[in-house]
């Protein structure tokens, strides 16, 4: 059974920095693309980044672009987002998701998703 178990949100101060991660297990995802969506309240959920898994590239988009950095620890099995400089637009729950598709931005490409993690920013 795939899992994707999404940690590490928080609150923090507009400006500042946090990690969330994504624990990914119950298959191989070397053929996959890893993405990270956020979804604020009474909005669509948004792309914010995808890292390929076999090669390591990567896509932002552009409001995240300098900002946010997407990762993968193969041997852990888990992706990451490095969030600097945030701001309270960001505020959103952060899922993660994997798709057979390379870099694609929309949600409806992803077949497995996690449950998600809050993250807060105050102004």
């Known amino acids: 059974q795939v899992q994707l178990v999404e940690s590490g949100g928080g609150l923090v101060e507009t400006g500042g920095s946090l990690r969330v991660s994504c624990a990914a297990s119950?298959?191989?995802?070397?053929?996959?693309?890893m993405g990270w969506f956020r979804q604020a309240p009474g909005k669509e959920r948004d792309f914010v980044a995808s890292?390929?898994?076999?090669?390591?590239?990567?896509y932002y988009a552009e409001s995240v672009k300098g900002r946010f950095t997407i990762s993968r620890n193969i041997v852990e099995n888990t992706v990451y987002l490095q969030m600097d400089s945030l701001k309270p637009e960001d505020t959103a729950v952060y899922y993660c998701a994997a798709s057979r598709y390379v870099h694609t931005s929309w949600h409806g490409g992803y077949e497995f998703w996690g449950q998600g993690t809050q993250v807060t920013v105050s102004s």
């Open positions: 890292i390929v898994w076999s090669n390591g590239s990567t």
């Open positions: 119950g298959r191989t995802f070397s053929s996959y693309t």
